[in-house]
């Protein structure tokens, strides 16, 4: 007798899992948050994107980032040294932003400047890294190179091309 003890949706469940707890994971925004993609400059900086399991799971499944889903965005501009942490949360169909440096506050509001920005993303609902979100449990976290300095949205073709790690 043959019994198959892995489906498809085990396998990925037990993929996320060991994924999930590497330390790409973290709980210092009350909540655990994994680490999918990392953007590198060319200015030295760097951005650390990162979104819930439940999240991950969801894309994988082929659905759409549903009400409730967020992502975080660490940047830093000294090694492991966080500056700001940018934010969005998906809030009855549309996309709410926010920031912090320091204390933890993830209360976010409709901000016209990156609603502005973010509308360069349409096609991926609005999330420049959604190509990297939707291989994260396969990949782990991911690494791009964007030639943009600063605070400057790099172009969605950067997180299409091969992972740099």
């Known amino acids: 007798m043959n019994i198959n003890f892995f489906t498809p949706l085990s396998l990925f469940v ?64 000294s090694e492991g040294e966080i500056s700001t942490v940018f934010h969005k949360q998906k809030v009855d169909g549309r996309w709410q932003y926010g920031s912090f440096n320091g204390d933890v506050d993830l ?5 016209a400047s990156c609603l502005s920005c973010h509308a360069q993303a349409a096609e991926t609902d609005f999330t420049f890294t959604r190509p990297a979100l939707e291989g994260a449990s396969q990949f782990g976290l991911s690494h791009f190179l964007c030639d943009k300095p600063g605070r400057a949205p790099c172009a969605l073709e950067v997180y299409r091309r091969e992972r740099t790690q």
């Open 107 to 111: 209360s976010t509001r409709p901000q």
């Open 14 to 77: 037990f993929a996320t899992t060991l994924w999930a707890s590497s330390d790409t994971a973290t709980e210092r925004y009350g909540e655990r948050f994994v680490a999918y993609a990392q953007v590198n400059r060319t200015d030295g900086t760097y951005r650390r994107m990162l979104t819930t399991p439940d999240v991950l799971e969801t894309v994988q499944n082929g659905l759409p980032l549903p009400d409730g889903t967020r992502v975080l965005m660490e940047t830093y501009y």
